[in-house]
């Protein structure tokens, strides 16, 4: 049985046009910030540090006793005497000590105040049971910023919460809840999750979009978490594993 189409045929060729061209009018693209300058090699996959680098240039543990020490040196004898300081005093000689050694970071930041925040950093990650290596790979992106005079005294904290957010994202293997994660960073270093969030991206950018830490960065500060907490003694290459993925 033949249709008839001739109908929606005339239709079709009825129907108006309805297309329309646009005005020529130039549109300006907005313009975004570029990050190309951050994207140069970090050589971060080198099997050994570069020749100036140094663990302690920032905080160096052996920086704990002030001025007041005598050393009496007799032959094959070498002894330290220390004068009793009120810890008041102790605290103000050793941020001292820092300011000289250190002229160029940030005045209003202080050794005391780095280590507060380095401590604050494990105490969280200690209630979290997170990687004792998270701990060391948030205190490398710590320093590292301060070194780039990024920290100072009214951002520490933000900074160094954000730091161990960061960490504990790229770094810890088993599955971590980082809603509980940011109310204990609010708990304990007194920082809302909503600025943690807020700054995620801003820290990101100015750790260059590197967050992988090599191994001879983390080691020294992985060393001293072992050697001062009261975690059982850790075998470094049973730890990190004899032979790193990123290896040929």
């Keep these: 049985m033949s249709r008839n ?3 929606i045929k005339q239709k079709r060729n009825n129907k108006k046009d309805i297309s329309f061209k646009l005005p020529n009018i130039q549109i300006r693209k907005k313009t975004a910030e570029s990050y190309a300058k951050l994207l140069t090699p970090s050589y971060s996959l080198e099997r050994k540090p570069p ?7 920032l905080d160096d543990p052996t920086l704990i006793t002030g001025k007041h020490k005598t050393i009496i040196a007799l032959p094959y004898f070498m002894s330290s005497i220390i004068q009793y300081s009120r810890p ?6 050793l941020n001292e000590q820092f300011r000289q050694l250190h002229p160029d970071l940030d005045p209003s930041l202080t050794l005391t105040q780095i280590r507060k925040v380095k401590k604050n950093i494990y105490l969280a990650a ?7 290596s998270s701990v060391a790979k948030a205190y490398v992106y710590f320093e590292r910023l301060i070194l780039k005079k990024e920290v100072n005294k ?5 900074i160094g919460a954000t730091c ?4 504990t994202k790229v770094n810890d293997p088993k599955e971590v809840s980082y809603a509980n994660l940011l109310r204990v960073l609010n708990k304990v270093m007194n920082v809302s999750p909503k600025e943690i969030r807020e700054n995620e991206f801003n820290v990101f950018v100015a750790l260059e979009f590197v967050l992988y830490v090599p191994l001879w960065d983390i080691r020294p500060h992985f060393e001293r978490l072992v050697t001062s907490s009261e975690f059982p003694k850790v075998d470094m ?3 990190f ?8």
């Design 237 to 239: 290459s049973e730890y």
């Design 154 to 158: 009214y951002n520490r904290k933000l």
């Design 51 to 57: 020749e100036n680098y140094h663990i302690t240039v």
């Design 126 to 132: 200690q209630e979290m049971d997170l990687e004792l």
């Design 164 to 167: 161990l957010f960061l960490a």
């Design 88 to 93: 008041s005093d102790l605290k103000k000689e």
């Design 5 to 7: 189409y001739s109908f």
């Design 241 to 248: 594993g004899d032979k790193m993925f990123y290896y040929n």
